[in-house]
């Protein structure tokens, strides 16, 4: 029986679908309804070329390789596979490869006539084509915008862009916090989130330093860090934000708030110091009793 396949880089998907939608490509800003998204997105590919599905690969990063709970809830799914790479240093490692070694193996062993391929990078370029030598049939989809390699384009045997109203009903913004039924707070802007991991961060850091790791902080100005602890706060910052390479400001806020720790730190230190306000005496009475 002829089947297709579809191949989902969410990394790609979040990122483009996020900026048209929603303004914003960073995941901490945004809730995404994945198994909505995955149904929408397969019935519609299904219904496309005219195939039963064989099964959704969808590739993503994650720290460690250890996967997180939208990466549990999509692999519960139906006909659904979960590749995941690592973050390495703030970048995807691996996903690409995990792409084009599935599309290749299903290839090989003639499991599909179509791939669907929703992706931008141009690292999977070679694995499409030596698919389509195989006989695949590559049909590259895509997010409205300029997000896709022109080279991946240019090989692929269809390129099929869905628009904004396809993806707008599986993506929102973060909602605000909410106490009863009073609204804490708006929904954190991205530095104001960037610096909230610096807290975090910094709070955890201090807790476990040692003193001579606390005296490597003394003196430095408010953009300083040691070396070892800036990078271990910079990979946290790109697990909770994204890549930070381009988004220095991101990086000025997350450190921002390892200082704003110390700073609560250095106060409750401070406080608790302090000696207890001598009782005031007791007032003698005036005049003789």
């Known amino acids: 029986m002829d089947r297709c396949a579809i191949f989902v880089d969410l990394g790609y998907v979040l990122a483009a679908a996020g900026e048209?939608?929603?303004?914003?490509?960073?995941?901490?800003?945004?809730?995404?309804?994945?198994?909505?998204?995955?149904?929408?997105?397969?019935?519609?590919?299904?219904?496309?070329?005219?195939?039963?599905?064989?099964?959704?690969?969808?590739?993503?990063?994650?720290?460690?390789?250890?996967?997180?709970?939208?990466?549990?809830?999509?692999?519960?799914?139906?006909?659904?596979?979960?590749?995941?790479?690592?973050?390495?240093?703030?970048?995807?490692?691996?996903?690409?490869?995990l792409m084009v070694r599935d599309l290749m193996t299903l290839a090989q062993a003639r499991g599909m006539v179509t791939a669907f391929l929703v992706t931008g990078d141009d690292d999977i370029r070679e694995g499409m084509t030596q698919a389509q030598d195989l006989g695949v049939r590559a049909v590259l989809v895509g997010v409205p915008g300029n997000n896709q390699a022109h080279t991946l384009v240019w090989e692929s045997d269809e390129h099929l862009v869905l628009p904004q109203e396809f993806w707008s009903p599986h993506l929102s913004r973060v909602a605000p916090a909410v106490r009863g039924e009073e609204i804490v707070g708006e929904a954190p802007s991205t530095e104001q989130f960037a610096m909230q991991v610096g807290v975090d961060f910094g709070a955890a850091w201090l807790a476990r330093a040692t003193p001579e790791q606390l005296r490597s902080l003394h003196g430095l100005r408010p953009w300083e860090l040691p070396a070892e602890i800036d990078s271990e706060l910079i990979r946290a910052a790109v697990r909770a934000l994204g890549e930070l390479r381009e988004r220095p400001e991101l990086r000025r806020s997350a450190r921002a708030g390892f200082w704003a720790a110390l700073a609560q730190r250095n106060e409750q230190a401070e406080q608790a110091e302090e000696p207890e306000p001598a009782a005031a005496a007791e007032e003698e009475p005036i005049g003789g009793g």
């Not at 198994?35 to 590919?45: H, K, Q, R, V």
């Not at 590739?59 to 809830?73: C, M, Q």
């Open 20 to 97: 048209i939608c929603l303004g914003t490509s960073l995941r901490p800003q945004m809730d995404c309804d994945y198994e909505g998204m995955a149904s929408s997105l397969a019935t519609l590919l299904t219904e496309h070329c005219g195939l039963p599905l064989l099964r959704s690969y969808w590739y993503d990063a994650a720290s460690g390789g250890i996967p997180t709970e939208h990466h549990r809830l999509l692999a519960g799914l139906g006909s659904v596979k979960v590749r995941l790479g690592r973050m390495v240093q703030g970048r995807q490692k691996g996903v690409d490869s």
